[in-house]
Structures are given as structure tokens and as C-alpha cells.
């Protein structure tokens, strides 16, 4: 008999089974961040509250925390969720700034200056609302009520100012959508199921 058939058996090495980790996903902060601040915006748009809670409203949450749920999107891969929630985050943040500016005297901004800043918006609107018809229904929505409203508050700051009106009617189905968009993803989540369903994509 010989040395090594007395030798035990070596059992394999267990292979270790590297953990998932799960992230949450930064649209949720993002269209509740755009969808509050563009919903209160619109409140003080009709006349039913003053520019004081839209200001801080939109510093804090539509623009710095969809700024930082659109950066969370980057490292997720989504370019779309990543130039828009940057994207109006910044819009908010720097429309604050203007209003802020214009009340202290530091840079006066007209009706028309604002008017042309909207103009910008709505061109990066146009194309983002061709991406997010290519995605679902709900969120296609959500952007085509968003450049309809951009357009009447053009008209508005160049001369019409009932159509700032109209638009604060407008985004507010906009700003429901973008809220409706959110729990759909939260749901989602904690049903296992889809209870809010959001559509197939407009564009195929």
C-alpha cells in the first residue's frame, strides 16, 4: 500500500458567490424633485402663492436634488435620465438665481429677458420629448404637456401675459404626470407588480 492511497481526499474550495448589491433607482428623486417644483411653480403662475416658497422649493429640490439623482443616473448608464435630471436640476437652480438676482438689483432681468432663456429650454425640451416618446407612453407625455407649456410661457414673456396663465394650467397636468411617472416606479418596486402602468412607448 502505498503513501498515496492512505491520503485522504482533498475537498474542493468552496467558491465564494460575490454579493449583488442593489441600488436604488435616482428617477424617483428626479420626477419628484421636477414634478413638486414645476407643480408649485405653477400655483404661483395662476396667482395662488407668491414666488418666496417656489424660490427654495426649487433650489432644494428640483434643482439640487434632481441635479444629484441625474449624476446617480450617469452611473447607471442612462443618458437620458442623466441629461435631464442634470439638466432641469440646473434649470432650476439657475432660475432661482435670476429671480433672486433681479429682486436685489444685482442683474434686472425683463419679461423678454426671461423670455429668451424659456426659448433655450424649449429647444432641449423638443429634443428631449422625441427620447422620451421612445421610452413609454407616460413619460413621452410627461415632455410633450412640458414643451406645450414651455411654448405658451414664450408667448407669455414676449408680449401675451394671459398665456403664463394658461401654461400654469398646462404644467399642472404636466407636473401630475411626472408624479404619476414616480409612483409607477415605486410601486413597482414595493407591489412586485406593475400597478400604475405607464404605457408602450409613443414612437417605435
Known amino acids: 500500500m502505498t503513501l498515496a492511497s492512505q491520503s485522504p481526499p482533498i475537498a474542493a474550495a468552496p467558491v465564494a458567490t460575490p454579493e449583488v448589491t442593489r441600488h436604488g433607482n435616482p428617477a424617483v428623486v428626479g420626477l419628484a424633485g421636477f414634478g413638486m417644483a414645476t407643480l408649485l411653480l405653477q400655483f404661483h403662475n395662476v396667482g395662488w402663492v407668491s414666488l418666496g416658497p417656489v424660490i427654495w422649493l426649487g433650489i432644494v429640490f428640483g434643482g439640487l436634488a434632481q441635479l444629484i439623482a441625474g449624476l446617480q443616473e450617469a452611473k447607471t448608464g442612462n443618458n437620458f435620465g442623466y441629461s435631464a435630471f442634470t439638466s432641469y436640476g440646473s434649470f432650476w437652480i439657475a432660475l432661482s438665481l435670476i429671480q433672486i438676482a433681479s429682486a436685489m438689483d444685482l442683474f434686472p432681468v425683463s419679461a423678454s429677458d426671461l423670455g429668451w432663456f424659456l426659448v433655450v429650454w424649449t429647444i432641449y425640451t423638443a429634443i428631449m420629448t422625441i427620447g422620451a416618446m421612445r421610452i ?7 415632455f ?5 407649456g414651455f411654448i405658451l410661457l414664450v408667448i407669455g414673456h414676449f408680449g401675451a401675459p394671459v398665456f403664463n396663465v394658461i401654461a400654469g394650467y398646462e404644467l399642472m ?4 404626470l411626472a408624479l404619476y411617472v414616480m409612483a409607477h416606479t415605486i ?16 414612437l417605435r
Open 187 to 202: 410601486f413597482i418596486d414595493v407591489f412586485g407588480y406593475d400597478v400604475l402602468p405607464v404605457g408602450k412607448p409613443l
Open 173 to 176: 397636468i404636466c407636473s401630475a
Open 144 to 148: 410633450i404637456t412640458l414643451l406645450i
Open 136 to 142: 413609454s407612453a407616460g413619460l413621452g407625455l410627461v
